[in-house]
């Protein structure tokens, strides 16, 4: 079957185009991707590629001829011979009974790339009724390469849509009808159906001279789509930058059965899906035990407020503390009793340890339950990774509990272990 070689559009608002020279002569060989001809529109001159491998035929129009966007000018056919049987592209395509449709400028499907055949229609911004302006988006196209907006290209009324969104619709084909007056009688196709649809369920409008912009008839509910034909993820491009920006995966939205196209207030919904279990397993929980024999820290402490003028004791057990997870400084919470109080612990002597503010996100929770009656814990992962510690007869019992991203299993046992051995022989934090 022949490959129709159609005049494209190089602008949304183009009616035509002009052929600046052939490149190929009728009855030439070409392959895919070779340049037949040149073309130029008051914006830019462009070569145009063959779409398929063959040979040029039925060459309709000569270099310097003005040519309508989307009319078919050449074939691309098996053999070197014309056919003489190019069919001619029409104002008004789009299937069905064309005395139907609405007088208008037509809208075509534009040409993202020399070699494509068709663009799938992703979304139409404005519905049948609508008053737009010439620089209005009016629908977004894609195709493998890329996904862009349309706009309307002159002023006027939507008087026809004649695909339906996730449609194919072939290059140069009219896909919508834009009036210079409100439509009485609006009509909505589908290429899939190949014939006109009912006519939307849209009053009559006001007379011409009493018509305004605002005044919309109802629009035709969008189509629900799970996915295109052939597996991609239909969205906007806006919406594909807000997904890629925050780290979002459209295929969720897909895979949950939401219908296509994905548009910004789609964004929100997918931030809202629960998270997959493959994403919280970081956040596991984590709990360590560790029971020491004797507590050496009380008599530390009794010596350290006597001797080196560190009469808190948090202070103390908050170095502790910041010195077994090995960095250079935290923010160590030290809680009892109702109380609480976060220190800012740099690498040094204690003297050095300061209060810190009380809405300071702290590095660790020190839970000091020496003085109640509570022997064991078991409360789960907060904010932070907790040590709590707690009265185990003559000894001590010390519990660490964190989530998985907190602290990793080896940071856990190594934080557990090096703070329990500074509690059970405190001058170790010394030597």
């Known amino acids: 079957m022949p490959h129709e070689v159609i005049m494209p559009a190089l602008g949304m608002a183009q009616d035509t185009g002009k052929i600046v020279s052939w490149l190929k002569s009728s ?26 491998d ?3 035929t039925d060459v309709q129009a000569e270099a310097g001829a003005d040519v309508p966007v989307g009319q078919v000018i050449a074939l691309v056919s098996a053999t070197a011979e014309s056919s003489d049987n190019v069919a001619k592209a029409s104002a008004n395509t789009g299937g069905g009974d064309e005395t139907l449709l609405p007088e208008g400028k037509a809208v075509i499907m534009p040409a993202l790339g020399m070699a494509q055949d068709t663009g799938v229609i992703v979304a ?3 519905g049948l009724g609508d008053p737009v302006a010439a620089g209005d988006i009016l629908f977004e196209v894609e195709t493998d390469k890329a996904t862009m907006e349309v706009e309307a290209g002159v002023d006027g009324f939507v008087a026809a849509l004649l695909a339906q969104e996730t449609e194919a619709a072939p290059v140069g084909d009219t896909i919508a009808i ?31 001279a009493k018509v305004k912009p605002e005044t919309k008839p109802e ?28 780290g979002l995966d459209l295929a969720r939205l897909v895979e949950a059965g939401h219908p296509q196209p994905y548009h910004v207030s789609d964004i929100d919904v997918l931030k809202a899906m629960p998270v997959p279990a493959v994403e919280t397993a970081a956040t596991q929980s984590r709990r360590v035990t560790a029971q020491l024999p004797t507590d050496g820290f009380a008599e530390f402490a ?20 910041a010195a077994s997870l090995g960095r250079n400084t935290a923010t160590i919470m030290v809680e009892s009793f109702r109380q609480s109080r976060a220190y800012n612990v740099p690498a040094g002597a204690f003297r050095n340890i300061t209060e ?27 904010n932070a990774a907790v040590l709590t510690l707690t009265r ?11 989530a998985g991203h907190h602290l990793s299993a080896s940071e856990a046992v190594t934080l557990l272990s090096e703070f329990a051995g500074r509690m059970e022989q405190p001058l170790r934090h010394l030597l």
């Open 54 to 56: 063959g040979y040029l």
């Open 302 to 321: 009794e010596w350290a407020a006597q001797n080196a003028d560190l009469k808190d004791a948090n202070t103390v057990l908050a170095g502790f503390a």
């Open 27 to 52: 009855g030439d060989p070409v392959k895919a991707g070779d340049a037949l001809f040149e073309v130029e529109t008051d914006k830019a001159v462009m070569e145009v590629e063959s779409p398929a």
């Open 178 to 208: 834009i009036s210079a007056e409100a439509p009485v009688h609006p009509v909505q196709r589908s290429l899939s159906d190949g014939a006109a649809l009912t006519p939307a369920a849209t009053p009559d409008l006001a007379p011409k």
């Open 392 to 402: 185990a007869g003559s000894g001590l019992s010390i519990t660490l509990e964190c």
């Open 124 to 126: 139409w911004h404005k």
């Open 356 to 382: 810190a503010e009380e809405d300071t996100a702290p590095d660790l929770i020190l839970r000091d339950l020496r003085m109640s009656r509570v022997s064991t814990v078991d409360l789960g992962a907060e």
């Open 219 to 246: 629009k035709v509910p969008k189509m629900q789509a799970v996915k295109s034909s052939d597996g991609r993820i239909l969205a906007s491009p806006k919406a594909r930058r807000l997904a890629l920006e925050q």
